[in-house]
């Protein structure tokens, strides 16, 4: 893959929930073109940012630059990037000039709520309402591969103390995508109701000296407006509902 922007192919429209049968996505040593092309931009927005939030770090995160979908497959190229230029990337949406890709477990309790964790006011994502999730980074890399799964146990693990191998279930991967960004979700099914599966979050949160969350929500209707979601997890949240019940 040799594009110097961003190239998307076979996914459908925006929106639209499609199965994913694997996940194939290599990880290039070369800087990434919006990183190379944008050096200057991101740094002053950086500054920006940091004066307004000081708590931010600008640590290493994976942003991709070409992704294809074929029969199901998802294969892929994507950059070790600082995370400053995905904030700017983010806040600028450039048309073709990177795609953000990343994982989402959705958790849910033996007595059918999803299980959300609602984002601190020191974050990059102040009061964001969505399930346990973050973006690859470079401890996310196996054998030059993006690791979707062991990203997604290892953010649960982080936010809420809780351990995806611990679900008595767990489904395939599912994708949607919309303004440059792709979101792979699977169902993890616990034996937990979702007062107990709160409870144990809500230890951790109060034992973790520096938690990213301030809340664990258990979430029991569709509606978008219940909370301040991301555009993603709307429609995540009616495709599950419409599958457990």
């Known amino acids: ?36 092309s944008h050096t200057a931009e991101i740094a ?14 600008d640590g290493r995160m994976l942003l991709m630059r070409a992704l294809e979908l074929t029969d199901g497959a998802i294969s892929g190229e994507c950059h070790i990037v600082p995370f400053s230029a995905f904030l700017l990337w983010r806040k600028t949406r450039p048309a073709g000039a990177a795609i953000h890709l990343f994982g989402l477990p959705v958790i849910v309790s033996c007595d059918g709520a999803v299980i959300a964790i609602r984002m601190g006011q020191h974050t990059a994502n102040p009061g964001r309402v969505y399930c346990a999730a973050g973006s690859l980074d470079p401890d996310d890399i196996r054998d030059g591969y993006c690791d979707i799964d062991g990203n997604m146990a290892r953010e649960v693990l982080e936010e809420t103390g809780l351990q995806l ?40 949160i109060t034992a973790d000296p520096e938690p990213e969350i301030d809340a664990a929500l258990a979430i029991r209707t569709a509606d978008p407006e219940l909370h301040a979601y991301p555009p993603f997890m709307p429609p995540v949240l009616e495709w599950v509902f419409n599958i457990i019940r």
């Open 165 to 204: 191998s611990a679900a008595v279930s767990v489904s395939g991967f599912h994708g949607l995508h919309g303004e440059g960004v792709v979101t792979l979700f699977r169902v993890y099914h616990f034996t937990e109701t979702a007062a107990e599966l709160i409870a144990l979050i809500d230890a951790h």
């Open 44 to 57: 002053t927005n950086w500054e920006r940012e940091f004066a307004a939030n000081p708590a931010l770090f």
């Open 1 to 36: 893959m040799s594009q110097l922007t961003s190239t998307v192919s076979g996914l459908p429209d925006e929106g639209v929930i499609f199965p994913v049968t694997s996940i194939n996505v290599c990880v290039s040593g070369e800087a990434h073109p919006y990183l190379r």
